[in-house]
C-alpha cells in the first residue's frame, strides 16, 4: 500500500522494531526459500528478471485417404491420421516447467448410397483418440523433493510428484511476493480421451422441400490418472502480523489444503441425437428452414462406480452418497427433455434489387463439462485429503510445520469429494438473428445485422459452499471458529459446488464488408458492436475462468453478482487486405517475372479491453471467504484515454477498502476495463515462376508493423493493497516487439 507496516506479535516470539528473531523462523519458510532466486534489479517494486529461454515444440503428423466407388450409386471414403505433438515448456525460475507428450488418433468413413436421383443415405463412423503424458521440470529428479526437504506432512513420496509445494503470499498490506513454484501445480497427470462416432442421414428431395433426417450416436470416455495436489499449496495474507510476508517467514498459515492420493478415472457416457429438417422453397424469393432435433446426454461416469458426491438442498450440502445411496444412479439425473426447434429464412423483396434478407432461430443444448463427474470420481480415491482455514482474526491456529493436526481423520474422501447438485439441469442456449445483405458499387458485398444469443441454465460453480451463513466482524472477541458456525458442521470444510443456475444475455450490431478479387484487390472488413451480461458467475463445472474473471463474493444473496461478461468487448474491428500490384503486367515475360509478380498485404485489427474485477481477497465477513473492494459513490472508474497513463490506468480513487462485517460492493466483473488491442501486421511477396509448373515464392512478414505497444492486460495491477495499484506494469512501460519474418517456397 505504500504506508508504514507496524508488525504484530500474536505469538509473542519476540518481534521488535519490525524485526523477527532468527530462532521463530519457521523451517519450512527457510528451506522453501533456498530455491527462490536473490533479486538480481531494482526497478519499482520488481526484483527480478529471468533469462529467457528458448523452448522447441516437434510435431509429426502422417495422413491416409482412400476414396472408392463400389458401383455408380455406391461410395466409400476412408480417412486415417496419426499426430505425435511432443511440446517443450518455457522455464520461468529455471525448472518448473511443464512438457507434453501426446499422441492421436484419428479414423473416419463414409458410406454413400444413391438409390434414386432424390434419395441418397451417407452413413459415417469416426473413432478419435487422444493420450497425453505430463512432465515436470521437476519429475523425478531428488534434488528437486522440496515437499520433501520442507517435511510437508502428507505430501506426496513418489518421483514422480518432486517439487515444491505452491505458495501464495498476496493479499497482505505489503502486497504479493512471486516465489519458486510450477507452472501447473496439480500432477503431473497421464490422460486419454476416445470418442467413437456412428450417424445416418437420409437426405429426399420432394417438389420444393428438401428433407433431412438423421441420428447421431457418441460414445464418449475420458481417463485420468494423476495426483490432484501432491505437494500441498499454502496461503499466508498478513491476516496475523499485519504483512503476509511476515506471516510466512514465522510459518502463520490462513489456508492450508493438500491432496497427495494418485487417483484413475474413467467415464464414459453415450449421447444420442436424432433430427429432422425440411428446406422448403416457398417461391422463387422465400425459402423457409424448419426443423427440431432432440439430444440425450447420458451424464458421464465411472466404469467402475467409484464416485461419491455430497448432494445439495438449495445452497445447503446435505449428505454424502454413492452411486448406491444418491437420489439417481448416475449421480446426477439426465435431462430427457432436450427438443431444439430451429427456423430460418432468407427472403430476396422484390422492391429492393440485390438484396437478402435472412433470419433465424435456434435452441442448443449442452452438458455439464467432464471436469465435474471427474472430481466425484477423484475425491471417492483420496483418502489423505484435508483443507483447512486459519482462525479469521487474532492468534494464528494453523502451522507450517505441521499444518493439518487440527483436521483430524474423518471417514474416505470426505474431505476433497466436491458437490454437485443432483438435479443438474443440461443449459440451453437461444440464438437468433436478422441480418440484411446488399450489393453495392465497386464490387462489395454488404451485410449488417442483429445478432443475439440468451444462455439458460448454465453451470456456475459455486465457490465454498458450507460456509457461515451469518455475516460477522472476524474481530469480534470471543468468536466461535468458522468450523463451528459452518450450516452442516459434519463437513469442517468450505465445499465447491456446481449448479446449473447460470444465465447470459448478449446483443450484437455486426457488420461486414466483403470484396472478392477485382481488379487485383480483395478486402474482407468486420465491425462487431456488442454487449454480454451474465450472473452469477462466468466460471462453471469446475474449470477455470481465467485471469480476469471474478467469482461469487455471497453465495447467499446474488443479486450483486450479475454483471458484464467476463469475455464482453464492446467493439471490435478487423480488416484484411490483398493487392496484387499490376507492375509490369504487360510488359514481355522475362521483364513480367523478374520485376512484376508482387502481392502485399494487411491486417488491421482493433479491439476494446476485457472487463475484469478489482482484488481485495481480505475476509471482512467471518465466513473465511474474501470480499470485494467498495465503490466509492461519484467516482468514474475508467478514465478518458486522455488521461490514462502507465501511473495511473484507471481512477484508484473509485474503491475502497470494505469494513470489517460486511462483503464488498464492487461487481463481480466489469469494476474497469482492461487495455484493448490495436495491431497492424503486413506482408509482402514476389513469386519468380521457373516454368509452367515451378515457380519461387519469396516473403516479407512484418508482425506489428509500426512497432505499437499493446499493454499487456495482466500488467495492470488490480490488487487495491498493492503499492502499485492501477499502473501498468508498475508504472513502468514495457517492451514493444515487432517481429519481421522472411521466408521462401519452392512449388515444384
Request: aromatic share 12%; charged share 20%; hydrophobic share 35%.
Amino acid at each position: 500500500t505504500g504506508r508504514p507496516i507496524t508488525l504484530r506479535d500474536p505469538m509473542n516470539v519476540g518481534i521488535v522494531n519490525n524485526q523477527i528473531p532468527r530462532q521463530a523462523l519457521s523451517e519450512q519458510a527457510v528451506t522453501f526459500l533456498k530455491y527462490t532466486p536473490l533479486p538480481n534489479t531494482s526497478v519499482g517494486t520488481f526484483n527480478y528478471i529471468n533469462n529467457p529461454i528458448s523452448a522447441v515444440a516437434t510435431q509429426d503428423t502422417y495422413t491416409y485417404r482412400l476414396d472408392h466407388n463400389l458401383s455408380q450409386k455406391d461410395a466409400l471414403a476412408f480417412r486415417y491420421v496419426w499426430n505425435s505433438t511432443i511440446e517443450k515448456g518455457t522455464p520461468y525460475w529455471g525448472n518448473d516447467v511443464r512438457d507434453n507428450d501426446a499422441r492421436t488418433q484419428n479414423l473416419a468413413g463414409t458410406y454413400t448410397r444413391t438409390f434414386t436421383p432424390t434419395i441418397v443415405n451417407e452413413f459415417r463412423f469416426g473413432w478419435n483418440d487422444m493420450t497425453e503424458d505430463e512432465i515436470f521440470g521437476t519429475t523425478n529428479k531428488k534434488e528437486f523433493d522440496i515437499a520433501g526437504e520442507m517435511k510437508i506432512p502428507l505430501a506426496s513420496r513418489l518421483a514422480t510428484d518432486y517439487g515444491p509445494p505452491s505458495i501464495a503470499i498476496t493479499a497482505g498490506p505489503d502486497g504479493g511476493y512471486s516465489v519458486f513454484d510450477l507452472q501447473r501445480q496439480i500432477g503431473p497427470r497421464v490422460r486419454a480421451n476416445a470418442v467413437y462416432n456412428f450417424n445416418d442421414i437420409v437426405s429426399i428431395q420432394r417438389g420444393k422441400h428438401f428433407l433431412k433426417a438423421g441420428v447421431d450416436m457418441v460414445r464418449r470416455g475420458f481417463t485420468f490418472e494423476q495426483a490432484r495436489n501432491p505437494r500441498g499449496s499454502f496461503r499466508f495474507d498478513g491476516t496475523y502480523t499485519g504483512s503476509s510476508l511476515a506471516d510466512f517467514m514465522l510459518g502463520y498459515v490462513k489456508r492450508a489444503e493438500i491432496n497427495p492420493n494418485h487417483t484413475n478415472t474413467d467415464l464414459w457416457a453415450l449421447w444420442q441425437s436424432y433430427f429432422l429438417q425440411d428446406d422448403w422453397k416457398v417461391t422463387s424469393r422465400l425459402t423457409l428452414n424448419l426443423g427440431v432435433r432432440y439430444d440425450y446426454l447420458q451424464p458421464l461416469f465411472d466404469s467402475k462406480a467409484r464416485m461419491t458426491n455430497i448432494e445439495q438442498n438449495g445452497l445447503f450440502v446435505t449428505n454424502l452418497v454413492t452411486p448406491a445411496t444418491a437420489k439417481y444412479s448416475r449421480m446426477v439425473r439426465g435431462d430427457k427433455n432436450n427438443f431444439g426447434p430451429r427456423v430460418g429464412l432468407a427472403w430476396r423483396p422484390n422492391f429492393v434489387s440485390d438484396a437478402v434478407i435472412r433470419a433465424g432461430y435456434g435452441i442448443y443444448y449442452n452438458h455439464i463439462h467432464p471436469n465435474a463427474p471427474f472430481g466425484m470420481t477423484e475425491s471417492s480415491q483420496a483418502s489423505s485429503s484435508f483443507a483447512v482455514d486459519g482462525a479469521p482474526a487474532g492468534r494464528p491456529d494453523i502451522f507450517f510445520n505441521d499444518p493439518f493436526r487440527t483436521a483430524g481423520q474423518t471417514r474416505l474422501e470426505l474431505n476433497a469429494v466436491p458437490s454437485n447438485d443432483p438435479d443438474y439441469r443440461d443449459a440451453y442456449i437461444q440464438q437468433w438473428n436478422f441480418t440484411v445483405q446488399k450489393k453495392a458499387p465497386a464490387g462489395f458485398l454488404i451485410d449488417a445485422g442483429y445478432v443475439g444469443s440468451k444462455g439458460t441454465r448454465l453451470s456456475v460453480t459455486i465457490p465454498a459452499m458450507n460456509r457461515p451463513f451469518q455475516v460477522v466482524n472476524p474481530a469480534t472477541p470471543g468468536l466461535a471458529s468458522i468450523n463451528a458456525r459452518r450450516p452442516n458442521t459434519a463437513f469442517t470444510r468450505s465445499i465447491q459446488g456446481d449448479k446449473s443456475i447460470g444465465n447470459s444475455t448478449y446483443h450484437s450490431l455486426q457488420m461486414r464488408a466483403d470484396r472478392r478479387m477485382a481488379k487485383g484487390v480483395t478486402s474482407l472488413t468486420a465491425y462487431t458492436w456488442s454487449k454480454c451480461i451474465s450472473g452469477p458467475s462466468d466460471i462453471g463445472a469446475d474449470i477455470g475462468g481465467g485471469s480476469f474473471i471474478g467469482g461469487i463474493q455471497n453465495i447467499y444473496d446474488m443479486t450483486n453478482e450479475r454483471s458484464l461478461c467476463g469475455m464482453d468487448v464492446t467493439q471490435r474491428f478487423v480488416q484484411s487486405l490483398i493487392y496484387d500490384v499490376p507492375l509490369f503486367s504487360g510488359a514481355n515475360p522475362f521483364v513480367r517475372s523478374v520485376l512484376g509478380g508482387w502481392q502485399v498485404s494487411s491486417i488491421i485489427v482493433g479491439q476494446s479491453g476485457f472487463p475484469t474485477d478489482i482484488s481485495y481477497g481480505i475476509d471482512t465477513t467471518g465466513t473465511g471467504v474474501g470480499s470485494r473492494p467498495d465503490v466509492v459513490l461519484g467516482q468514474e472508474a475508467n478514465l478518458p484515454g486522455s488521461e490514462r497513463t502507465y501511473q495511473r490506468w484507471f481512477n484508484t480513487s473509485a474503491f475502497a477498502l470494505t469494513p470489517a462485517g460486511r462483503y464488498g460492493t464492487a461487481p463481480r466483473t466489469g469494476a474497469i476495463r482492461l487495455p484493448g488491442v490495436f495491431n497492424i501486421d503486413f506482408s509482402v511477396n514476389k513469386q519468380f515462376r521457373l516454368s509452367e509448373q515451378r515457380r519461387v515464392e519469396l516473403r516479407g512478414e512484418f508482425y506489428n508493423l509500426f512497432n505499437h505497444y499493446n499493454i499487456e492486460p495482466g500488467s495492470v495491477d488490480r490488487g487495491i493493497r498493492s503499492a502499485n495499484f492501477g499502473k501498468v506494469g508498475g508504472g513502468i512501460q514495457g517492451l514493444t516487439t515487432r517481429v519481421i519474418q522472411l521466408g521462401a517456397k519452392l512449388y515444384f
